[in-house]
């Protein structure tokens, strides 16, 4: 048999993980409003694949600036 210290206790942590969870659900739907605004994804899928696009477009650009420095490097500071 539980005391009643033991109860209140008990009771004391529900009460605090029931705000916490609160708290956390707040935060995720901040989040989520905050990812469907500036990146136009409602869910976590969207904004995993709109990610994976970014990343090849910035690899993409990354080549692309390489590639131009090669070209200023040879064309303006080779000896010939």
């Given at each position: 048999?539980?005391?009643?210290?033991?109860?209140?206790?008990?009771?004391?942590?529900?009460?605090?993980?029931?705000?916490?969870?609160?708290?956390?659900r707040g935060s995720e739907k901040t989040l989520y409003q905050q990812m469907e605004?500036?990146?136009?994804?409602?869910?976590?899928?969207?904004?995993?694949?709109?990610?994976?696009?970014?990343?090849?477009?910035?690899?993409?650009?990354?080549?692309?600036?390489?590639?131009?420095?090669?070209?200023?490097?040879?064309?303006?500071?080779?000896?010939?």
């Open positions: 048999m539980r005391t009643e210290q033991e109860i209140l206790r008990k009771k004391k942590e529900i009460e605090e993980a029931k705000q916490e969870l609160a708290e956390l605004q500036e990146f136009h994804c409602t869910t976590l899928e969207e904004a995993a694949k709109l990610l994976e696009k970014k990343k090849q477009e910035l690899e993409l650009l990354d080549t692309d600036i390489r590639e131009l420095e090669e070209e200023i490097e040879e064309k303006y500071f080779s000896e010939e």
